[in-house]
């Protein structure tokens, strides 16, 4: 991970409330999870400077990270608008993966064109358990596309994702995660040292957390 570039996009979702942080009124998943924070990066397609610093880190990533990339593959529906934009950036055929087949005309689970034996990068916006990106991934791979690794824009750094990435046998890079958000809140006075704890505890046992 680019730590200079992970600031960087920390501090621009924050600004433009792609990401929030309450302690106080924590936000409910639907998981149940009670979490402090919530994240919504579909918010940066609509800050052109955002979405182009964005768009141009995942393309680095993927050059760093996958060699031979031959396509790009959005996950619904998030992924979608990014990973076009990487796949235009990049030259790339794009296509994307629904999270259940269509119910009508070819019922496609994938759209656009999968080739076997095709490398493909998979584009997801948010990593939280990793459960949704890794069902597009294998999708992918049962209809014999080769899946060369993910590149997302955040993830929460969650010990369970890292195990069902590793198990999966599934690289990931990440433009930025929780770590190098509240180094970037705690900058902006978003929050104050004694609620980084709580915040912390938050990402090691999120199920059983409790608010501050």
Request: net charge neutral; with cysteine.
């Amino acid at each position: 991970m680019n730590t200079s570039l992970g600031h960087t996009i920390a501090g621009k979702l924050l600004d433009i409330e792609a990401i929030k942080l309450n302690l106080d009124n924590p936000f409910t998943w639907s998981s149940g999870w009670k979490s402090p924070i919530y994240c919504d990066n579909r918010l940066s397609l609509s800050y052109p400077d955002i979405r182009t610093s964005i768009k141009n880190g995942l393309v680095e990533a993927i050059k760093a990270n996958y060699t031979g990339v031959e396509a790009i593959a959005g996950v619904a529906t998030a992924g979608i608008p990014q990973g076009a934009l990487v796949a235009e950036a990049m030259g790339l055929p794009f296509l994307y993966v629904r999270s259940k087949p269509k119910g009508h005309g070819m019922e496609n689970l994938i759209e656009g064109k999968a080739t076997s034996g095709q490398k493909v990068v998979v584009i997801e916006d948010l990593v939280s358990t990793g459960g949704s990106s890794l069902k597009a991934a294998e999708a992918l791979k049962a209809n014999g596309v080769e899946v060369l690794g993910m590149a997302a824009i955040f993830t929460y750094g969650f010990d369970l994702a890292d195990k069902n990435f590793k198990d999966a046998g599934i690289p990931l890079v990440c433009l930025s995660n929780y770590n190098l958000l509240l180094e970037e809140a705690l900058k902006r006075d978003y929050i104050k040292k004694d609620q980084l704890a709580s915040l912390e505890s938050w990402r090691q046992d999120p199920g059983n957390w409790k608010k501050a």
